[in-house]
Nanobody, 116 residues
Framework: QVQLVESGGGLVQPGGSLRLSCAAS????????MGWYRQAPGKQRELVATITSLSGWTNYADSVKGRFTIARDNAKTTLYLQMNKLQPEDTAVYYC?????????WGQGTQVTVSS
């Protein structure tokens, strides 16, 4: 089992920045993919960014390329999402995800609201 706990959400003005964190604990494999997803009201959950555990290869949704950066610590137990130049359309609940050994794990989510 893997537990994921997000933090760092909040209210920010357009153009501002936030950094989300996701602390992972439990049976973490060396091989897998960690990522951030988001779900806005009335919309489906969508991929924001992912990073592979072994190589650190990253992938971003087109809507966040150049503004968001995904990273993880050396121990691969904490995942980050640096979000810059935030816009109202980035408002959503952001979820941390870990996919490993055929299992998919989710955090409880953290709210990000971009509003003036």
């Amino acid at each position: 089992q893997v537990q994921l706990v997000e933090s760092g959400g909040g209210l920010v003005q357009p153009g501002g920045s936030l950094r989300l964190s996701c602390a992972a604990s439990g049976s973490i494999s060396r091989i897998g993919v960690m990522g951030w997803y988001r779900q806005a009201p009335g919309k489906q959950r969508e991929l924001v960014a992912t990073i592979t555990s072994l190589s650190g290869w990253t992938n971003y949704a087109d809507s966040v390329k150049g503004r968001f950066t995904i990273a993880r610590d050396n121990a691969k137990t904490t995942l980050y999402l640096q979000m810059n130049k935030l816009q109202p359309e980035d408002t959503a609940v952001y979820y941390c995800n870990m996919a490993q050994m055929g299992q998919n794990y989710w955090g409880q989510g953290t709210q990000v609201t971009v509003s003036s």
